[in-house]
């Protein structure tokens, strides 16, 4: 699919939802961002929980160094290029 095309189809719909949404009364309107709003509550509590309470034994609460999993990267083989505009005297 062409990116334009994706975009104009992202802004169709979201005006489509927007007109859906201003249509609404504000007292349905309050109440849908309420369900949604207990819906993410109870959702973090799941994750919270889930995550309290996996099986994996504790550190006593200690938290630990995490590694970088992406390698460093190696020396190069050259020597760092000379900066011909540095005018500082390194004597």
Known sequence: MNLSLIKERVGLLKGWIDCRWSALPVKKQRT???YLF???????????????????PRQNGEIQH??????????????????????????
Do not use: C, W
Not at 38 to 48: F, K, R
Not at 82 to 91: E, P
């Open 66 to 91: 995490i590694d970088n999993p992406i390698p460093l990267k190696k020396q190069s083989r050259f020597p760092p290029a000379v900066n011909l505009l540095d005018t500082s005297n390194h004597n």
């Open 32 to 34: 849908l961002v309420l």
């Open 38 to 56: 207990a819906g993410y509550v109870v959702i973090t509590m799941v994750v919270i929980t889930g995550i309290l309470y996996r099986g994996e």
